[in-house]
């Protein structure tokens, strides 16, 4: 009897915690092979937990939380499942995986107490780590396409994301906190826009920008203190970019695209947003499903780079979304990313998430044909709703 009820304990304390563990390891999962390690670990151990570990008399109230927690994802993955009715599972099957993910979190870590400063704790730590190495690698390579082996437009906007967290919280939440934390969340800031500005990713510096609606929606005494550190911030950012030749390089690209030459980076991405406008014109209401762009040369829609026969999509989620998914995709992401900032406007950290990658999603892919990055999105969002008011309020009405 004392051996089954120690095995039933140990299962209990430690099982959700083993869980909890691989979901803060939020910057590898954007590395194929620990994605799939994390993945399969929650598929096995997510059902497991919840039969040995919660009891069956809480079934109905872990629905009814996973109910309220999944209503404003609810329009987006409506419109995801219109979608695969209507061109098939091909490319929207990582959503459906990141939904199944995100519910075995969800449930097996609600019975966890879960604190914020955990959170924060995890979130800095992987920017602290990945920072040091990319700092260190640009400091011996010098600015590379990849970065540890990744195209740095991925890698970068994402420790953004975790950086914005960071940042935002410190603001908003230092008082909440540990002085210990307090310090680790500004160094954790400083060093995500070192890499921002060292990395020259500009599309990371749209990220940093989006946080100032924040500033004015979420007001208080602390923040006001800092709107202008802030400020300066996106100040002398600009200026290193100045500085460091990036801004006019973009600049220039305009330049010659308005003269008659596409060739550049700013010159492709427009002229893949005018063929995925296009596109959208041709099929507005559902698009032309997913990675269209072969389907789009073969139906004759103009595009002057004729070697291309291939791209992996369209650099904006937006364009992305229009020539993919028409009107109803685009709405639907939309009416959530409109529902999820309603359900956080007390959470600061998690309306950072929604603004920063809707801004970085302008000129680059984010939410679309990126499955680790919308992973990424969607577990910090459990775990930020877990240690929040939300959840508590979650709790109240159950």
């Known amino acids: 009897m004392y051996s089954s009820s120690l095995k039933q304990k140990l299962r209990v304390q430690y099982l959700p915690w083993v869980i909890f563990t691989l979901s803060v390891g939020l910057i590898?999962?954007?590395?194929?092979?620990?994605?799939?390690?994390?993945?399969?670990?929650?598929?096995?151990?997510?059902?497991?937990?919840?039969?040995?570990?919660?009891?069956?008399?809480?079934?109905?109230?872990?629905?009814?939380?996973?109910?309220?927690?999944?209503?404003?994802?609810?329009?987006?993955?409506?419109?995801?499942?219109?979608?695969?009715?209507?061109?098939?599972?091909?490319?929207?099957?990582m959503f459906l995986n990141t939904l199944l993910i995100v519910i075995l979190l969800f449930l097996t870590l609600r019975p966890i107490n879960?604190?914020?400063?955990?959170?924060?704790?995890?979130?800095?730590?992987?920017?602290?780590?990945?920072?040091?190495?990319?700092?260190?690698?640009?400091?011996?390579?010098?600015?590379?396409?990849?970065?540890?082996?990744?195209?740095?437009?991925?890698?970068?906007?994402?420790?953004?994301?975790?950086?914005?967290?960071?940042?935002?919280?410190?603001?908003?939440?230092?008082?909440?906190?540990?002085?210990?934390?307090?310090?680790?969340?500004l160094l954790s800031s400083v060093l995500t826009l070192c890499v921002i500005i060292f990395s020259?990713?500009?599309?990371?510096?749209?990220?940093?920008?989006?946080l100032t609606p924040i500033f004015f929606i979420c007001k208080s005494s602390t923040s006001r203190r800092f709107f202008f550190l802030f400020v300066g911030i996106i100040?002398?950012?600009?200026?290193?970019?100045?500085?460091?030749?990036?801004?006019?390089?973009?600049?220039?690209?305009?330049?010659?695209?308005?003269?008659?030459?596409?060739?550049?980076?700013?010159?492709?991405?427009?002229?893949?947003w005018k063929l995925a406008f296009l596109g959208f014109l041709s099929e507005p209401l559902v698009g032309w499903g997913y990675k269209p762009f072969t389907s789009l040369m073969d139906a004759g829609l103009p595009f002057p780079f004729k070697d291309f026969t291939k791209i992996a999509h369209f650099h904006s989620d937006y364009f992305s979304q229009l020539v993919s998914y028409g009107l109803v995709g685009v709405l639907s992401w939309l009416a959530s990313m409109f529902f999820l900032c309603k359900d956080s406007i007390r959470d600061p950290a998690r309306l950072s998430i929604i603004f920063s990658?809707?801004?970085?999603?302008?000129?680059?892919?984010?939410?679309?044909?990126?499955?680790?990055?919308?992973?990424?999105?969607?577990?910090?969002?459990?775990?930020?709703?877990?240690?929040?008011?939300?959840?508590?309020?979650?709790?109240s009405r159950l």
């Open 114 to 185: 879960l604190q914020r400063e955990w959170i924060l704790w995890a979130f800095c730590l992987n920017i602290i780590i990945f920072s040091t190495l990319i700092l260190l690698s640009l400091a011996l390579y010098g600015v590379t396409t990849d970065l540890l082996l990744l195209n740095k437009n991925r890698l970068v906007p994402e420790i953004t994301i975790l950086g914005n967290i960071c940042f935002i919280s410190y603001i908003f939440n230092r008082k909440e906190v540990s002085h210990c934390l307090r310090r680790v969340l």
């Open 200 to 210: 020259e990713v500009r599309t990371a510096l749209l990220g940093w920008l989006a």
């Open 357 to 395: 990658t809707l801004a970085m999603g302008f000129s680059e892919r984010i939410w679309h044909y990126n499955s680790t990055a919308i992973t990424m999105i969607m577990v910090c969002w459990v775990l930020l709703y877990l240690s929040s008011e939300s959840r508590l309020k979650m709790d």
């Open 28 to 93: 590898p999962i954007l590395y194929p092979p620990y994605a799939d390690f994390v993945k399969y670990g929650i598929f096995i151990l997510g059902p497991v937990c919840l039969y040995c570990c919660q009891p069956k008399t809480e079934f109905l109230n872990n629905c009814h939380a996973l109910g309220l927690f999944i209503k404003p994802w609810g329009w987006w993955y409506g419109g995801i499942l219109v979608m695969i009715i209507i061109h098939g599972v091909s490319g929207n099957s």
């Open 235 to 272: 100040l002398v950012s600009f200026a290193m970019f100045w500085f460091t030749g990036r801004l006019q390089e973009g600049l220039t690209d305009l330049a010659q695209y308005n003269a008659g030459n596409s060739s550049s980076s700013w010159g492709l991405r427009l002229e893949f």
